[in-house]
Structure formats: structure tokens, C-alpha cells
């Protein structure tokens, strides 16, 4: 597994100070209006303007969202940031049809459902990856359940054979790595989802705690890394 962490959910430049010093580059902002972590365009723009140098990707996540109002973020925002072009993705959370997902040019993620178009999206070109929440493998690794959906994903859907993308697993302040996710999946990235367990209240987050959470990420890459050489 080459892994590498994302951290999704960043909503001011305090949050994203410890995110900088422990050298995550791979950033997602939430453009979910009904999130917790929802950060206005104007917002992500001023972010970007003075931190954006240091990102490797960005990511927008979107679900539900008319296509008008996610192509003005996205030309708003290369406006504002030029040089964000060529690092900048889309996340999606919702069941679109593919034709809406690459109807804005960019590569997108894209959050694995079992739904009658979900092979045409799985073999879209600009799909870049799959995300798949820990709490929901949490409850069928093991089972019956994991073993027909992995002859499902990977049957009906060859492309994902022949041309491999970035599998993701989003994990939480709650997620335990006791039972190996990567026995499930060879996931290429990790997303450290914020959430209210980090806050030391309502969008405050515990910098210290969340950058213990992004050393004990590494640290567990590594180890999975080195056992997986073994």
C-alpha cells in the first residue's frame, strides 16, 4: 500500500496550522451547506490565496448540488487562485448520473454506492477514485456481506482491474483499526474526516488532539507498509 492522508473538512487557517506542521497536502473542503464543516466559496477562496502554495490537491465536496452553482464555485475559485488549476478535484456523495460528474472537466472521487448506473461511473475516465466509510466496512469485514460486494465492485466493473484508481478509506476520531481494513481494500489514501469528537466546542478544533490523530495516521501506514513487505 502506498498510502497517503487527506483531511477533510477544514474550515478556517487556525485548523489547517497543525495540518501544515505535520505536512498533509492533500486537503477537502466541504461545499455542503447542510454540514457541520461547511465552508462558504468566499471562504475557501481567502484559505487558498494564502495557503494554497502548499497544497498538493484540493478536493470540493459536493452532494445534491445544482450543476450551476457547483461550476460558479469552481470558476470563482480558479479565478481568485489560478494557480490551483491541475490540483484541483471534486468529491461527490450523492447518486448523479455520470454524465453530471464529468459535465465540469475535473477528475473526481466519488463515494462507492450499489446503483443501477454505478458501473458507467466506475468507468468514467475522469473518475480518480472510490471512498468507502470505515464505520460501514466496520460492520460486514468478516461477513458473508464483504465477500459478495467485493465480487460484485470488481466482477461487474473490470476497468477496475485493468485500470486501477485510488481507493480511499474515510476514518474518524471513533474508527479503530483493531480488525485490518486493509485486508478489505489495497487503499491507496486515508481521510481524517473532522467531526464534532475533535471540537472543544461548536467549529473549534482541538489542535493538539488532531495532530496527535494525523502522527498515530502515519504511524499506522507505516506499520501496515512494513507489514505488507513482509
Known amino acids: 500500500m502506498k498510502s497517503s492522508l487527506r483531511i477533510h473538512g477544514i474550515y478556517d487557517l487556525r485548523t489547517l496550522a497543525p495540518i501544515k506542521e505535520t505536512k498533509v497536502h492533500h486537503w477537502?473542503?466541504?461545499?455542503?451547506?447542510?454540514?457541520?464543516?461547511?465552508?462558504?466559496?468566499?471562504?475557501?477562496?481567502?484559505?487558498l490565496q494564502k495557503e494554497?502554495?502548499?497544497?498538493?490537491?484540493?478536493?470540493?465536496?459536493?452532494?445534491?448540488?445544482?450543476?450551476?452553482i457547483i461550476r460558479k464555485v469552481i470558476d470563482d475559485l480558479l479565478k481568485a487562485y489560478p494557480q490551483i488549476e491541475?490540483?484541483?478535484?471534486?468529491?461527490?456523495?450523492?447518486?448523479?448520473?455520470?454524465?453530471?460528474?464529468?459535465?465540469?472537466g475535473l477528475p473526481f472521487f466519488w463515494h462507492y454506492q450499489s446503483l443501477k448506473h454505478t458501473s458507467e461511473i466506475?468507468?468514467?475516465?475522469?473518475?480518480?477514485?472510490?471512498?468507502?466509510?470505515?464505520?460501514f466496512l466496520d460492520g460486514i469485514l468478516g461477513s458473508e456481506v464483504e465477500r459478495n460486494f467485493l465480487m460484485n465492485l470488481f466482477s461487474l466493473n473490470p476497468r477496475l482491474v485493468s485500470h486501477p484508481i485510488?481507493?480511499?478509506?474515510?476514518?474518524?476520531?471513533?474508527?479503530?483499526?483493531?480488525?485490518?481494513?486493509?485486508?478489505?481494500?489495497?487503499?491507496?489514501?486515508?481521510?481524517?474526516?473532522?467531526?464534532?469528537?475533535?471540537?472543544?466546542?461548536?467549529?473549534?478544533?482541538?489542535?493538539?488532539?488532531?495532530?496527535?490523530?494525523?502522527k498515530s495516521l502515519k504511524l499506522k501506514e507505516k506499520q501496515h507498509a512494513h507489514s505488507a513487505l513482509q
Do not use: W
Open 28 to 47: 477537502v473542503f466541504d461545499l455542503r451547506p447542510k454540514s457541520l464543516n461547511y465552508i462558504p466559496a468566499y471562504k475557501l477562496e481567502e484559505i
Open 52 to 68: 494554497g502554495m502548499y497544497a498538493d490537491s484540493v478536493t470540493l465536496h459536493f452532494s445534491f448540488e445544482k450543476d450551476f
Open 166 to 214: 485510488d481507493f480511499i478509506l474515510n476514518v474518524n476520531e471513533r474508527t479503530s483499526f483493531s480488525r485490518t481494513f486493509f485486508e478489505f481494500l489495497d487503499f491507496t489514501m486515508i481521510t481524517l474526516v473532522l467531526g464534532p469528537e475533535m471540537e472543544v466546542c461548536y467549529r473549534n478544533i482541538d489542535l493538539n488532539l488532531l495532530s496527535q490523530k494525523i
Open 122 to 135: 466506475l468507468a468514467s475516465s475522469k473518475l480518480k477514485g472510490l471512498i468507502f466509510e470505515s464505520d
Open 86 to 104: 491541475g490540483r484541483l478535484f471534486l468529491e461527490f456523495s450523492d447518486n448523479e448520473s455520470v454524465q453530471f460528474y464529468e459535465s465540469f
